[in-house]
């Protein structure tokens, strides 16, 4: 088990690295279909993990609940998220898509207290409003293209009237994300976030293959750069191996609704590499929103010492 301090910064390391390679993979969006992307990024996700599926020794055979919840946990988590992202934001703005993942460390805050019955202190219910807020206040405050490096700023003249559907679509992004995040914390109570990293990855591929069968017989392979295939690589890795193992290996200390703040750094690193790495641009109001959601990963992760004192100086897996 990972200390209070560790399990926060493979939260905070793992949330940096999403919107790195967010960030970053604005060329392979462009290079490749996205199923085949998808296809490609499991396939290769799961070759640098193939230790990582075996059953431990001590692990106790997988009840058909945990079978059930790795299913789910791949499926709205990998598939069905990408999915109503990509669409929503082609039916809206990038802008409208940035605005409503601000929603989802509340989403995870109301999950958790829900289905995993946490107790969600005052003060994390409070570092998710600064979240919510800083990560809404950045995607209004974006200077050019789009939110977070993408490239679709506005939505196709043509696809206006469907803006209530891409609404709708970005809304289910945000609630798989947030289902993403309480199911994870479930899962971490029986297997260790190595197999569940691995195992999802296997049901991911196993979602890809078909569609992602098809665009590659279709595709040239040829035409790609070398470089292409090395940032196929870093986010193939990055995405199905080092985000999900680091933010399983956090949630096995911090509750869902403390863990679901640290959400608000994805946006944050984003546009971080999008300055330093693509040439983009800071503005003013950007650099408020930035301390905004930094504030409340702090609020987040500041000692409870009234808590610990209640509770007899033991720690609780509701508080912190």
Known sequence: ???????????????VLVGSYVALSKPLAQAFP?????????????????????????????TPQVRRLLFLESFLGNFLFTLCMISGVSL??????????AGIPAAVAVMSWFFLKEHVPRRTWAA???AVA???????????PGAHGTATATASPHSHHLAWLGQLLLVGAVICEAAYSVIGKKLTGSLSPRRITSLINLWGFALATPLGL??????DFTALKPGTWLLLVFYALAASVWTVWLWMTGLKVVPAAQGGVFTVLLPVSAALVGVVVLGERFTPLQLVAFGIAIASVV?????????????GGTPSSGHG
């Open 1 to 15: 088990m990972p200390s209070r301090p560790l399990a926060y910064f493979c939260l905070a390391l793992s949330m």
């Open 34 to 62: 996205v199923f085949l992307l998808a296809w490609l990024r499991f396939g290769i996700g799961g070759l640098g993990m193939l230790t990582w599926v075996r059953k431990p020794a001590g692990e106790p055979p997988m």
């Open 92 to 101: 809206t703005s990038a802008v409208t898509a940035g605005v409503t993942m």
């Open 128 to 130: 998710v409003a600064l």
């Open 134 to 144: 800083g990560i809404a206040l950045f995607s209004m405050a974006q200077p050019g």
């Open 214 to 219: 098809y665009a590659a017989f279709q595709f």
């Open 299 to 311: 609020l987040a992760t500041l000692p409870a010492r009234s808590t610990t004192k209640r509770a």
